[in-house]
């Protein structure tokens, strides 16, 4: 498992973006993060649609060594009674103008020929989850274009989905194993 965390983490390391918005004295502030997608139809950008929510309050900017503003049109999940807790899906979709691929600098994009169509048991088997998380990515007051963001790297085992019956739905989620103990 260790190996094939390593060989995850080398290949999408650069696939994946924190996003940040700011406070109203301009200091940043981390929001969550983004996985870049080279499908048919485009360069592509998927987050969670609760991040996105996020613009109503601040501008949205990603990026690790210099940041850029998301200037973009998202297609989000609805969730039900506007109740974004209720979205059990929570995603977030924008197809990326070729001007923001091009200044997106050292990122790559995970092709729609590496993304799994597997329907078997995600019980029993390894998943590694790249991101940075919320609560571990600190920056620094007034330096948005010098961000110095931590990506995570979690690998664990798929478990039935019964272990959360009133949160997860099987035909919906992959839930892991998770100790939060190990947990960079």
């Known amino acids: 498992m260790d190996e094939c965390s390593k060989a995850a983490f080398t290949r999408y390391r650069h696939a994946i973006l924190p996003i940040y918005g700011s406070t109203e004295r301009g200091t940043p502030v981390h929001i969550g993060s983004g996985v870049l997608l080279k499908l048919p139809e485009g360069h592509c950008l998927v987050t969670a649609a609760h991040v996105i929510d996020q613009n109503k309050k601040t501008t949205l900017y990603t990026g690790v060594s210099r940041t850029e503003e998301l200037l973009l049109e998202?297609?989000?999940?609805?969730?039900?009674?506007?109740?974004?807790?209720?979205?059990?899906?929570?995603?977030?979709?924008?197809?990326?103008?070729?001007?923001?691929?091009?200044?997106?600098?050292?990122?790559?994009?995970?092709k729609e020929t590496e993304i799994s169509r597997?329907?078997?048991?995600?019980?029993?088997?390894?998943?590694?989850?790249?991101?940075?998380?919320?609560?571990?990515?600190k920056t620094r007051p007034g330096r948005m274009n010098n961000l110095e963001p931590v990506?995570?790297?979690?690998?664990?085992?798929?478990?039935?989905?019964?272990?959360?019956?009133?949160?997860?739905?099987?035909?919906?989620?992959?839930?892991?194993?998770?100790?939060?103990?190990?947990?960079?």
């Open 74 to 110: 998202f297609a989000i999940t609805t969730p039900a009674n506007e109740d974004r807790a209720r979205d059990h899906y929570d995603f977030a979709l924008a197809r990326l103008p070729g001007s923001l691929v091009s200044r997106l600098e050292g990122a790559t994009f995970i």
């Open 118 to 137: 597997s329907v078997g048991t995600p019980v029993g088997r390894a998943y590694t989850c790249l991101g940075f998380p919320n609560s571990k990515t």
């Open 151 to 184: 990506l995570g790297v979690y690998t664990s085992i798929g478990l039935a989905h019964q272990k959360l019956p009133s949160v997860a739905n099987e035909g919906d989620h992959i839930l892991l194993d998770f100790n939060a103990k190990i947990f960079p």
